[in-house]
């Protein structure tokens, strides 16, 4: 398994009007597999947008880890700067719409996961219960991340309320 080692960095904005000391979620590097020492590239260049835009986005790797989350979905989802590096699962508790089951069965099938398995975008609502215990519906778009060889090492998700 690889662990990520991570460092709040301040990134002021190009206009320098954003409080350039809020920190951001940026992954440093992974430490304990050499030939990972870093993310791919492809997920390196989102994480940097990430933590300039106001949309609410996560950025996830092959094995569905959060490499990134922007500042607003950081703040809808209710993650700190622990989650990077973490399973997605293991920090969102998803509800079934239906029966009001945490965490259903489809679970896996959700857009940020669908997209890295099926290679393809994926789209839906989901609801979840966040770390504060609110629950909140979202709509979530998501898009496979593929390297220079086509081959998907990430994706990237888009939420907004629903």
Not at 106 to 118: D, E, H, V
Request: one cysteine or more.
């Amino acid at each position: 398994m690889t662990t990520l080692v991570l460092r709040l960095t301040p990134l002021p904005s190009p206009d320098d009007t954003a409080d350039a000391s809020a920190p951001r979620l940026v992954p440093l590097h992974a430490v304990d597999d050499p030939a990972a020492t870093e993310p791919p590239a492809e997920l390196r260049r989102w994480s940097e947008a990430m933590a300039e835009t106001t949309d609410g986005c996560l950025l996830l790797d092959r094995a569905g880890r959060l490499v990134a989350v922007s500042p607003s979905a950081a703040d809808v989802l209710g993650l700190g700067a622990d989650a990077v590096g973490q399973p997605l699962l293991d920090r969102v508790t998803l509800i079934d719409f239906e029966a009001g089951a945490e965490q259903p069965e489809y679970a896996a099938r959700i857009p940020p996961l669908a997209a890295l398995r099926g290679g393809g975008m994926a789209r839906s609502l989901i609801r979840l219960r966040r770390g504060d215990g609110e629950a909140i519906t979202l709509e979530a778009q998501s898009t496979p991340v593929h390297d220079s060889a086509g081959d998907v090492v990430g994706s990237i998700t888009f939420i907004a309320p629903a």
